[in-house]
Structures are given as C-alpha cells and as structure tokens.
C-alpha cells in the first residue's frame, strides 16, 4: 500500500504520521530516529466494541507544521443493510514544547523546560443514529510507541484498587520469551532504549487500564497502546446515560538523558513523564504543609472545634507558621464513624457548623486548613441521609454488614448512590453548610474506577482530596492515611519506587525511607489515644522538616547511597547518618538512618526558594557550627529566636565569623534564625486564645493573668498568688497548658464571661485533678450555681480522648440565664486546707444547650433525659476498660427521615451496643453524688432489642443487660436484670421498621457507708459483635433514656458564692 507520510516538527522534535489515517509511526531527536511508534497500516476504530473504518477521511496539516488534523467518517449498516453515516470524529496530533513545568502554579515545585510532547486527541465527535449513542472508543491495535533493541526496557506503575494499590513493573526486551504473546495493561509506562526515553500518560478513566502492553515475540519489542476510553458510561445502572466524559486524550514525551548521569533509564523518562502526568488539586502546596488529626468519637467530644483551634495556634507558634492540615476526624453527629452518610450533620456538642466554620476562618491567619473525614462506602439506618434503596440488599434483613461499630454499618450500592445523585448533592450540600473546609478526607475507600473519577470530581469542585488507600483516587488524592500514620506498620503506604520518584514533592502517600524519610502525623488530637503536643514538634523538626525540604524539587537521580534533586540539593548516606545538603551544596541536615521518627540536626534555611529565615534545631545538647546560604553572606550578624508556644522570643544577636555560625542552644526545642529583626512568620502579633468561645483562654494556654476581663484573675486571701499558675506540663503529660494551685493556701481564678443569652441554659464543665476540694461556679445577677469535686483516683478509660488513663474528671453543673442578664462571673475556687496538694484545671468550657432539662423533674434529686448534654454520655461515663466504646449518644429526626430512629423519647437516647464484658458505664462522683448511708430510687427507661442484616429482632435473653448499684470496692447493693422489649407494629410509638417495646427499670438500694457509691449498666459475657446473620448471632442493642434519681433522705448542697471582695464590687 502506498502510504503519504507527514512529517511535523517543532524545535528538535519531529513526529512522522500517516496522512490516510490518525498514526503515529516515528519520533525524532535532532533528526535521529527515537522511537517507532505503529509500523503497520491500521486503520479500525472501535464504538461500543465494535469496529469500524472510516469510509472517508479528511485532512489538514498546520501552517505551522507543528500539527495534523484528521476527520474521521464512520459508517453503519441499518436493517435493510444501507449504509448511513453513523460517526464523524475529529482527530488531531500536535507538538508542542510546554508541559507542567511551564504553568504559573507549578513555578515553585519544578524549573520550567522546554520539552518535546506529541498530542493525540479526539477534538469533536458529531453522532447521527438516534438508536445508539456513543459511550467507549478504542483505537485498535495503534500503538502509540514500539520499543525494541538489545538495551531497551521499561518501568511502570500499576494503579489498581484496594488497600496497596500502587506497585511497580521493571521489564526489558531480553526479558521477553518464547510462547504465546503477553498482553497486559499499566498505568504510567516509563520507556527507554540506549540513547532516548519516552513516557505516555492518557485520560483512561480506569487507572490499571490506561496503557496496553504487548510483548511481540518475534520482534523482541513492547508495543504501548492506548486502553478504552469511556465517552459516556452506561454501565449497569447507567444504561441510558447521556452524561459526556472528556473527549479521549494521549500525550507521548520524548527525551534522552534527562539526568546528565551518562545512562538512559526509566529514570530519564520519569523526568519527563512528570510534564505529562495527572497532578492532583493542591499538589502544589504538599511541600508546605504537615497533616494532623483531631479526633471526636463516641459522644466524647475530646476535641471541639474551638479546642481544635487553640492547640493548631500552638503548633503554628513552634512550627513559625509552616502550613497545617488538620483532620477532622468525627466532624459529624456524635463523632468519628456514627451517622454516616450525613454530611451537613455537623455535631452540636462538637461545636456545630458554627464553629467548624469558624476554625477554617480563624485558622487561616495561622495558615491551617481545616479538612473533614467522610465515609461513602457502609451507612448507617439512623442517619438522615440513607435510602434505604441505594443499600446493598435493598430490604430491611437483607442488607449486608460492613462495621459493627457505635451503630452497624451496612454496606451501600455504591453506583446506585452516584446514578441516583444523592452522592453529589450531599457533598454539594456539605459546601454551602461549611464553606471554609480546605479538603475531604474519604475513609476506607477501595474503588479505582468510573465510581471514584466521578467521586474526586464532585470533590475538587471545592475542595483537595485525601483517602486511606494509595490506589483509590490515585490521581487526584495528595495523602493518604496509611503511608503517614508513625501508629501504623510502615508499610502501608505506596510501596513504588517509580511513584515515589515522580510525586516525591506532590504527595504524602509514600512509605518512609531511610533517605527521603517521609511526612509522620504527629499525635496530637487523641487519634490512637495520642494527645502531646510535644511529639507535634519533635516530628516535624526531627522527621517533617527535612522531607518537606526534600519535596521542594523535584528527584533527578535516585540511587540506594544518595538522592539528587533538580536545584542541585541532595541526600546522602555517610557513614552511620544521613546527610542533607541545600542548592548551595551546604550541610543543612544531619539525620539518623529511621525511616520513621528519626533523629536530626537542622540548620534548614525556608523556604527553599526564598530563603528569608533559617530553621534550627538539636536533638541532643551541644555546639554546632554551620554555613550560611550564600543569599546571607553580606550577614555580619544574625538574629535568634526560639520559637514557643506564643511565638517567637528573641535570644541574642549573634555574630557571623566567614560566613559561619556557631550555636549553642537548648536541646529539642526549635529556633529560627533571621538576617533581620522582622518579623517573617506572617502570624498575628497577638494570639486570641478561645476565640469564638464564651470563655477566654479555656486552656490556659496565655500562661498569663489579667484584670478578669477577657482574661483570668487570681487571687488569694493569704495575699500572695505565687502558688496559682499556669503552668507548661511535662512531655510525659502532654506538654499542655494548665492551671495549678499547690500548697495549703486558698485560691480562687475568675473570668467576666459576656455575651450571655437571656433565658438561655448553659453547661459549664471543667476538667479537673484534684487533692483537695475544687469548686467551678458561676454567678449571673443573683443566681449562683455550682459544682465540685473532692479527690478522685478514678482513671478514665475511654479510649481516643486526652484524658483517658488519667485521674481527671470533668465536673460541670447547669446555669439559666435570668432575664436582663447577659453577663455573669465564671469561677473556680480551691478553699485552704491543712495539707501540701496539688490542683489542676484544664479546658474550662461553656456550651449552650439546645432546650433545658429539668433536672428534678417529678421531684428527683438528678434528671437526665440526653436532651441538652454538652459532651459525653449525660449522667454516665465509659467504664470498660480496654478497647474502642460501643456507646454514643442516638438521634431522633424530627423530620422523620431515617429509616430506623432507635431513640425512643425526644430527639436523644443513648445507646449501648458494646459487646465486651463488664461494666459498661457507670457514674462518677464528680457529677452525681450517692451521700452515704441514704436511700435512693434509680429508674430509667429503655428498649433492648437485637438488629442483624438490618432488621429489628427480639434480644437474645442469652445475653441479658444488668442495672446494679455497687460502692466504691465494686460490691453489689443492689441488681436488677433487665427484660427484652416486645417488637410492634406502631403500637410502641416506632415505626414498622423498628418498634420494640419501652420497658422501665426501677432500682432500689443504700448507698454505702463510705462515699463512692455508683450505678451501673454492665454488659454480659461474650456477646457477638453484631455482624451475624440470625438472632443467636445478633448483637443485643440497649437503648436508655429518662434516668431518675430519687432520695428523700438525700441533703441538697446549696450553692455558696465564695468571700472575695471580686463578688461584691
């Protein structure tokens, strides 16, 4: 056949097609053969699996000569076997020298290059059957490139599904054997031959089926095709789509020795192939920023959105401002993994979207952005979100389990939820709800396929995108949870060499490594039960630090030894540690050889570009002597500050002897060094802590007294103060902020609290450590309230809170603003005693409740009904010791949109669905006070059912629920088991698809002699967790609501506003 040919060229590049049809068959270099691309004629394109040839094709070539343009007539045969026009597709293949490195948002990440890539495209498809749509093309057997020759080969990534979705492929042309022909398909090919490589990147939706591989046999070559591409996908339940997906795209990249090391390998082609590749929304700024989760779970509330706040101010003093992601991990309802998929449902006890939004605004003066954690994969019946036709089974007890976790989880029809649009209208809703998140996080997500490309768009609408998993999302995620976690084994993350060499500087996805080291999630906001503040610095100094540096250019050369970078920085092994070195060729970092939590010695100028200000840190004590960048060598003197948890303080000026500084500084603790006194950290001058919160400085985190206005005052009648302080605790305590009053003496701290509204019920709480009495009040008018706590050696045992295996307890008490009220006094008082003690106070809080709860309804001594808790579960706290509670608090819609509502009484209940053995929840002295030797009535209400598969069943009386009443050894004053509900049609005040019965317990007993007397709802033995498929197997689920205390005999304590001259001004 005799073939017209078309040469188009572009600077050295040039790339032979043919005329009669959209092939590419040669690449050349400076006139030299690189690649073949297709040798042989081929003709077909595929619609919908079938082939077709163009009965016609038109063509135009660019007066520029740079590019080809190609339309496509492709015919059909009808019944009567005419043939009329079916298709028309417009093809181009273009040349052009700009890739990533040119645009505007990369300028920071990679040096702009001019760079030889060819473009195939489809630019316009016109359709003419009304019978069948367009929906897959395919270019058969037209190989975009053919790679042969005794020193060829290829690397390549596969980017699949799953948990490690991201592996790489090596192959070479020696390595293809006799037999049948290979065939198989990669994501990202790198390609190379004895003097040139090549890269191909496309639009493929489905990442492992972007490239088809062949191994020719006969011809000892590769060839690299394009996969299917979808135009519209009408995949079951998509039939009759008309939604259209871009228009199919390639790019090939061509170049030689991209490193200047001598060798052409997949090395080379990774240079290049980063020109072409997908980059992820936000990858630009993955070089500046660190990630940290703040954890809510269980109805605990251990991080509201205003504490969450607070401490991101903290860090951003120590890190001087270097970016923060923090996770919100239990943003929604009662915190992480309850009430999915409800996305709008932010929690009330968190702080509501008020506050969530607040953190996003606040935060950003600190350069935080706040991102959330959601779940598109298990919902729950009780959230108001679910359809119940979008789960998988479809029916009440044939729905199928994912988690048995605070409620079971039940597993969703994933592409039923995206055809359907429910998918995109709760992240739409989610956006006008909370404006200011900065990314989505998406839990537990294995897809990498039509379901999560349509995902991440929806997404990066508005936000960055973050998944568990290293596959899914692959181009569109810039971290994922399990290559970063230092709780996590460190092999979780991306396993690729080849992915870590092209998206080193555009994600933290990566497993750690001796060199390269890689971003750590420092502990710091109860995720794994982690609350130190202090391992938030030590990571990012001794671990985050240097990676972000390395982040900062892109890898040009990776060896086992040592790691160069574009702006001619490197990492390398020397002797026992690992050596950093700037663009200067200058000793920046010495690290030890972890991959994880490793230890170094900083002298990291920031950023990389500009290098206006210099890191610096010790692990260990001692002198060093460094360099500075040669931007600073004019430097006579520079100026050292150690940066605090209020910013930065300033040391000394220090003198510059040829061009070098000698430091001597405190161990572990972090230092910025200026080449002028300005200020470079771009934070506020003056911190507000507990912004947006009634109360100021909650935390104490001013480290600092005032006049009582906006601030805490102290005083004391013994006349000297010196013994209450806020005080920096330990590392081994959290490297927290605190109050402490030690001694004998008295001590009262008080706080003007404005902002009140009247007629409104507020919670005021306070964390306390006592050995000795402690008092939290509040005065408003006349109205005095208050509450407090006499010792405890009770330990926490709620797991993922900052209090958990401590001896703190949170006392609180109710107050109703009086009309024409809008201020009041906020007070802890700490009475003398005759003994050496120590008191300490934390994260005093205000909450405003929803309603109020009469807390001596029906003449009892404490009321709870779950309507208005502030955080926790009410009267009760979480007493299993081992192991994530099962217990939160449930919620009724008021709308009616759920397809279960298992409270049962007003909005909340709570619900206990934990099936480990003991006791479950208990009370604590700190709130609920059994005097000694008096008489009480407990009773509360409840239903107790079991669930499997979705449907509501009878309980299983072999696993019965107890209500006993014990003193403080743990012996029983009294015990009753209680009964299953009755299952209903209505009759119960449910709904068909859940209504048992509300049963009433009544509980009768002493109280000790001695004081520590509780109540308590203990769970039995070896209960199932509720993923079963019949009754025997189901977990027995309790729901408690209207817990009543009664006591004739029991002595109300009035509450006394304490002697101070502060109460009578």
């Not at 729905?399 to 592409?415: I, N």
């Not at 989505?440 to 379901?451: E, G, L, P, Q």
């Not at 972000?548 to 050369?557: E, G, L, T, V």
């Not at 300005?678 to 109360?695: A, K, Y």
Request: proline fraction near 4%; include cysteine; glycine fraction near 8%.
């Amino acid at each position: 056949m005799n073939l017209e040919q078309i040469t188009l060229s572009l600077g050295k590049a040039e790339v032979v097609v043919d005329k009669a049809f959209p092939r590419i068959i040669l690449y050349k270099l400076d006139g030299e053969e690189a690649f073949w691309g297709k040798k042989d004629f081929a003709d077909e394109v595929k619609i919908n699996q079938n082939g077709y040839h163009p009965v016609k094709v038109d063509t135009r070539v660019d007066e520029t000569g740079q590019a080809i343009h190609y339309t496509l007539h492709l015919e059909k045969e009808n019944q009567e076997g005419q043939s009329l026009p079916f298709v028309t597709l417009g093809i181009e293949i273009a040349l052009t020298t700009d890739g990533h490195s040119k645009e505007a948002k990369y300028a920071q990440n990679m040096k702009p290059t001019d760079r030889h890539i060819v473009t195939y495209r489809v630019t316009d498809i016109q359709e003419f059957d009304a019978n069948e749509q367009v929906e897959t093309i395919a270019f058969t057997n037209q190989a975009l490139i053919t790679l042969s020759g005794e020193k060829a080969g290829y690397g390549a990534v596969k980017a699949g599904s799953g948990q490690k979705g991201i592996s790489d492929v090596f192959k070479t042309t020696a390595e293809i054997v006799e037999g049948e022909e290979n065939q198989y398909e990669v994501t990202y090919p790198l390609l190379y031959n004895e003097r040139y490589a090549a890269a191909i990147s496309n639009n493929v939706i489905t990442p492992i089926e972007r490239i088809v591989v062949r191994e020719d046999v006969a011809k000892k070559a590769f060839t690299f095709a394009n996969g299917t591409f979808t135009y519209r996908y009408c995949v079951e339940p998509f039939e009759g789509h008309t939604e259209t997906e871009p228009l199919p795209y390639a790019q090939i990249i061509i170049g030689g020795d991209e490193n200047g090391d001598g060798l052409v390998d997949w090395q080379d082609a990774a240079i290049l192939f980063r020109e072409i590749m997908p980059i992820p929304r936000g990858s630009e700024n993955v070089k500046d920023q660190v990630v940290w989760i703040a954890m809510n779970f269980t109805s605990s509330t251990s991080n509201p959105f205003l504490r969450v706040l607070d401490n991101s101010k903290i860090l951003s003093h120590y890190y001087d401002g270097f970016t923060q992601m923090v996770l919100n991990k239990g943003y929604q309802v009662e915190g992480h993994d309850d009430s999915h998929p409800d996305y709008t449902e932010v929690g009330i006890r968190q702080g509501g979207a008020h506050d969530l939004n607040l953190l996003g605004e606040a935060g950003a003066a600190y350069h935080v952005k706040t991102g959330i954690h959601i779940n598109a994969i298990e919902y729950m019946l009780d959230a108001v979100n679910t359809k119940l036709e979008n789960l998988k089974g479809g029916k009440l007890g044939e729905l199928e389990h994912g988690w048995a976790w605070l409620d079971s989880a039940y597993l969703v029809d994933q592409m039923k939820d995206l055809e359907s649009g429910e998918l995109e209208r709760r992240l739409e809703d989610l956006y006008q709800v909370v404006p200011t998140l900065s990314f989505i996080y998406v839990d537990v997500y294995y897809r990498s396929d039509y379901h999560s490309y349509k995902f991440a768009q929806f997404m990066n609408r508005h936000w960055d995108v973050a998944t568990e998993f290293s596959g899914p999302f692959e181009g569109n995620q810039i971290f994922n949870h399990w290559g970063i976690d230092p709780y996590y084994p460190s092999s979780l993350g991306a396993k690729s060499t080849i992915y870590r060499f092209l998206y080193n500087g555009f994600k933290d996805s990566f497993n750690p490594d001796p060199l390269l080291k890689g971003l750590q999630m420092p502990g710091v906001g109860t995720w794994q039960s982690q609350t130190n503040l202090f391992e938030g610095i030590e990571l990012f100094y001794n671990q985050n630090l240097p990676t972000k540096y390395m982040q900062a250019s892109p890898i040009m050369k990776l060896t086992e030894n040592r790691i160069d970078f574009e702006n001619g920085s490197y990492v390398a092994r020397e002797g026992e540690k690992v050596k950093l070195y700037s663009k200067d060729k200058q000793l920046i970092a010495i690290m030890s050889e972890e991959a994880m939590r490793c230890k170094s010695t900083l002298f990291i100028p920031w950023s990389m570009t500009e290098e206006d200000k210099i890191y610096y840190w010790n692990n260990e004590e001692g002198a060093t002597t460094w360099q500075l960048p040669k931007k600073w060598h004019e430097q006579t003197e520079v100026y050292v500050y150690e940066l605090t948890a209020h910013g930065r303080k300033f040391i000394e000026t220090l003198p510059v002897t040829h061009h070098t500084v000698t430091l001597d500084y405190k161990a572990q603790t972090p230092y910025v060094i200026e080449d002028h006194k300005e200020d470079t950290s771009g934070l506020p001058q003056e911190t507000v802590w507990g912004e947006g919160s009634l109360v100021k400085d909650p935390g104490f985190d001013s480290l600092n007294f005032g006049e009582g206005k906006g601030n805490w005052m102290k005083l004391s009648k013994s006349g000297a103060t010196d013994h209450i302080q806020m005080v920096h605790v330990a590392v081994e305590e959290g490297y927290d902020h605190k109050l402490c009053i030690t001694g004998k003496e008295d001590a009262l701290v008080v706080q003007e609290i404005e902002g009140l509204e009247a007629g409104a019920t507020y919670t005021v709480s306070a964390w306390v450590s006592a050995e000795r009495l402690v008092e939290l009040g509040m005065v408003i008018g006349e109205q005095v309230q208050n509450t407090f706590i006499h010792g405890n050696d009770i330990i926490g045992t709620v797991v993922d809170h900052k209090y958990s295996k401590t001896a703190y307890q949170r006392i609180r008490f109710d107050i109703t603003v009086p009309e024409g009220e809008n201020s009041g006094k906020l007070f802890i008082h700490v009475p003398q005693t005759d003994q050496e003690t120590k008191a300490c106070i934390d994260d005093v809080r205000i909450f405003r409740q929803p309603g109020k709860t009469d807390r001596h309804k029906g003449g009892a001594i404490y009321f709870e009904d779950f309507e208005n808790v502030d955080e926790g579960w009410g009267i009760f706290e979480y007493a299993l010791n081992g192991g994530e509670s099962k217990v939160h608090l449930a919620r009724k819609d008021p709308q009616g949109r759920q397809v279960k509502s298992y409270a049962f009484d007003g909005e909340w209940s709570l619900k206990i669905s934990d099936n480990k053995t003991g006791e479950v929840v208990s009370t604590y002295p700190s709130l609920v006070k059994f005097q000694p030797g008096v008489d009480y009535t407990v009773t509360f209400d409840y239903t107790l059912f079991a669930e499997t598969k979705g449907a509501t069943l009878p309980a299983d009386e072999a696993y019965p629920y107890t209500f006993a009443a014990k003193d403080k050894e743990g012996n029983v004053l009294a015990e009753e088991t209680l009964k299953a509900s009755t299952l209903g049609t209505g009759e119960y005040g449910g709904n068909s698809n859940h209504d048992p019965s509300v049963e009433r317990v009544s509980l009768t007993f002493t109280a000790a002699s001695e004081e520590g007397t509780y109540i308590t709802i203990s769970t039995p033995n070896g209960m199932p967790n509720g993923a079963g498929e019949t009754t025997s197997t189901a977990l027995n689920i309790l729901m408690v609501d209207n817990v009543a205390i009664y006591s004739e005999g029991y002595e109300e304590r009035e509450a006394v506003l304490p002697d101070y001259p502060v109460f009578k001004a």
